[in-house]
């Protein structure tokens, strides 16, 4: 079920980072060529120090990269490839919008690429907590405008009439035992984070608050779930609640999984 959630989406960001990092390793390269003559006046072991350190930020970039592909591609990677790829997708990401300003690539488009491969990554980890430390954090967006119940100091306010997403996502938050909290900006956010102390999240938002939440709490592992925008950005959004649920379900350990199914 996971699998066909998070459907495969990730060849853009791929091919942007991978371009990125080659280009990367050749402009090290052209550095070091340019300063060789000046550093090895100043000592003659210098361009080989030099060169090491640029040989090692290479090899740790291109291994960063080889570890995405290898989780994009279903093959078990051991912990220090996780985090390798892992910093490896952040530190390429602005590269990888500069080089899609130039193939014309939105960046909402990269944005969409980057959560589905971070998506990718934290999947391939199987990260398994308890309910209760799973946290659902959505902006506040997400509620109708005209309802008169205020769920951004307490969620449990709202009364479940339908009328928007927040009510069945409190559902699933009952269902399963774990944290829901609507937060009304990036600060407030950071501040439930550290509130709940979570071990795992399932967020809810635009790409571009996606991308920068999930790089904002690493090393916690987050699952994105995209919300959908009927009327425009930033006003009575929605979540596909299938999406939601399989979020969960991927981050809930066994023991609390099998409670639910009994
Ligand atoms: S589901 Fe909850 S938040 Fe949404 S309109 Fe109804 S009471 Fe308000």
């Known amino acids: 079920m ?27 390269y052209v550095v070091w060529k340019v300063t060789v003559p000046g550093l090895s006046e100043i000592h003659y072991l210098l361009p080989i120090v030099m060169g090491v350190i640029g040989v090692a930020i290479v ?20 912990k220090i490839f996780y985090f390798g790829a892992w910093k490896a997708i952040n530190i390429l990401f602005p590269f990888a919008v ?18 589905e491969v971070s998506n990718n990554l934290v999947l391939q980890h199987k990260v398994k907590v308890p309910a209760d430390r799973i946290m659902i954090l959505t902006p506040h967006c997400i509620q109708l405008d005209t309802c008169g119940y205020k769920i ?3 969620v449990e306010n709202c009364h479940q009439c339908g009328r928007c997403s927040v009510g069945a996502m409190l559902g699933l938050a009952h269902k399963y035992g774990c944290h829901l909290a609507v937060a009304t900006g990036g600060t407030l956010a ?37 919300n959908e925008r009927p009327f425009g950005p930033c006003f009575n959004t929605r979540v596909d609640v299938k999406k939601l ?12 999984a099998n409670a639910k199914e009994k």
């Open 2 to 28: 996971t699998e066909s959630v998070f459907k495969p989406k990730k060849r853009i960001f791929m091919s942007l980072t991978s371009i990125s990092a080659l280009l990367g390793a050749l402009m090290i």
């Open 190 to 226: 950071r501040q439930m984070v550290m509130q709940i102390r979570p071990k795992a999240i399932v967020a809810v938002a635009c790409e571009r608050d996606l991308t920068s939440g999930i790089q904002d709490v690493f090393p916690l592992p987050v699952l994105g779930v995209l």
């Open 98 to 115: 500069v080089l899609g300003r130039l193939f014309n690539i939105p960046r909402a488009k990269i944005e969409q690429s980057f959560i």
């Open 245 to 256: 649920e399989a979020a969960i379900l991927a981050f809930l350990d066994e023991e609390d």
């Open 152 to 154: 951004t100091r307490n």
């Open 59 to 78: 090899l740790l970039m291109l291994t960063g990269v080889f570890g995405i592909v290898m989780a994009l591609l279903g093959i078990p990677i051991i």
